[in-house]
């Protein structure tokens, strides 16, 4: 079976032979992926609505999987017992839904898990809270598929600090400490275009009723001068 490129991705990173929890796994094509091409022992397949629950549950046994990949209804991390997974990836969701998530269901998290996370916008919720819970940043990817930017944002229990020393760390929580550093073509267009849009949004602001709106301008002053460290020029 073929997977997107963004779903491949995640795939990449997973520890070999741990069992995987695909958290909002829809078709669970990737627990199915993972485990037909041995880069996973197990999986588990967690989904909230009937659905893609159902959808899933077909999918496992149309590949004759149901053995090796366990297809639950619950939210988020409820699905899982305490430690039973070397590695979950929530993907395909907002960056602050992904947070929420993993807040949600931190008492179900050992600290020994890999976080596999696939945020289609708003990656900086998720950075926050893996820095604030603890967790170091081994690696990110920005990649571009169907004229849409993914990142994904690959964390274990570590040194929270370390991806950010040599990165200012405002521009390193908003874009990325890997992805700032690496500055690929991808990354430069999506946030050109963020830094394009702030600017036309001040213009517009400004131009109607400075005096009413100076706590804005500010703001977006603030954010426009952020966007141009994170691409690269002042």
């Keep these: 079976m073929k997977l997107s490129k963004r779903l491949q991705s995640v795939a990449e ?34 989904e909230i609505t009937d659905g893609p629950f159902l959808s899933a549950k077909q999918q496992v046994e149309k590949l004759d999987l149901s053995t090796l990949i366990s297809v639950r209804k619950g939210d988020g991390l409820s699905v899982l017992e305490k430690g039973e997974a070397g590695a979950i990836t929530i993907a395909g969701m907002g960056g602050a839904l992904i947070a929420h998530i993993l807040e949600s269901g931190k008492t179900k998290l ?38 849409k930017c993914y990142e994904i944002l690959v ?9 950010y020393r040599d990165v200012p760390m405002a521009a390193g929580m908003l874009a990325g400490p890997f992805l700032l550093k690496e500055r690929n073509e991808v990354f430069l ?3 050109s275009q963020e830094l394009k849009h702030t600017e036309q949004i001040y213009e517009q602001i400004s131009r109607s009723a400075k005096h009413e709106n100076h706590e804005k301008l500010a703001e977006l002053k603030e954010r426009i001068s952020l966007l141009k460290e994170v691409i690269g020029h002042a």
């Design 13 to 46: 990173y997973i520890p070999p032979g741990a069992l995987v929890a695909d958290i909002g796994s829809d078709h669970a094509y990737l627990p199915c992926y993972a485990v037909l091409n041995h880069l996973a022992s197990r999986a588990i397949a967690g």
């Design 110 to 147: 050992t600290g020994r898990e890999r976080l596999i996370l696939q945020p289609n916008i708003h990656a900086v919720h998720i950075r926050e809270w893996l820095y604030q819970e603890g967790y170091e940043l081994l690696d990110e990817v920005i990649l571009e598929e169907d004229g």
């Design 155 to 163: 964390a274990e229990t570590g040194d929270r600090d370390a991806p």
């Design 189 to 191: 267009r999506k946030w």
